[in-house]
């Protein structure tokens, strides 16, 4: 089971808030009736299946209300009753579409940065924040009262790569867009030992 929500429409002039189930057995996608809440229509947000493989965080992402529009908001979604929830955050990043993204095994603690804040891609970011969903409080990651500290400054980019984590990493990102072109570094995410394990 899988879901598809929102998205830009094939002719780039109107977002949805159509929620789909994609049903692996049938090869067939189901349009589903959501009660309550629900996200603004958004595209190119981060998302990040939660550790009991039902629920999911979607973070940021760009709209349209008239202009564009780069959502500072974070969602979960339930799959088990198929409803959304905002969750309360304070201090969040400036939105933007195309981030990096990394959640910790402890389901607690979400890394987050990058991207751009352009609708056509044309400006980067080189910020990196973490948000304690515990607490709803965001902090940037080279903040002296953030739990991860960043040493070495990233460049600006957009549609990086997130890859599978060492051994007491965050996950590893490479490549994405700088300045036009596709990049050909990388980086790691060190972390404490309390967050070591399989990021996602």
Do not use: K
């Not at 094939?10 to 929620?19: C, K, M, V, Y």
């Not at 981060?46 to 973070?59: C, I, K, P, R, W």
């Not at 955050?89 to 402890?106: E, H, I, K, M």
């Amino acid at each position: 089971t899988g879901y598809v929500y929102s998205g830009l429409s094939s002719n780039q002039r109107a977002f949805g808030t159509d929620l789909f189930r994609w049903d692996g057995a049938a090869r067939t996608f189901v349009a589903v009736d959501v009660a309550g809440a629900r996200p603004a229509p958004r595209y190119d947000a981060a998302v990040h299946v939660e550790a009991d493989g039902v629920s999911a965080l979607v973070v940021s992402g760009m709209g349209r209300a008239g202009a564009p529009v780069f959502h500072q908001d974070t969602w979960r979604f339930d799959g088990a009753s198929e409803t959304w929830t905002e969750e309360t955050t304070t201090n969040p990043p400036p939105g933007r579409r195309y981030a990096w993204s990394a959640l910790a095994p402890d389901g607690d603690t979400l890394v987050f940065g990058l991207g751009s804040d352009s609708p056509q891609g044309l400006t980067l970011l080189a910020d990196l924040w973490r948000l304690s969903l515990g607490t709803g409080v965001w902090s940037r990651l080279d903040d002296a009262a953030s739990a991860i500290d960043v040493d070495t400054a990233l460049p600006a980019r957009g549609c990086a790569s997130r890859l599978p984590g060492l051994p007491g990493t965050a996950g590893r990102l490479s490549g994405g867009m700088q300045d036009g072109v596709l990049a050909e570094d990388a980086f790691v995410l060190d972390v404490p030992a309390a967050l070591d394990g399989a990021w996602r």
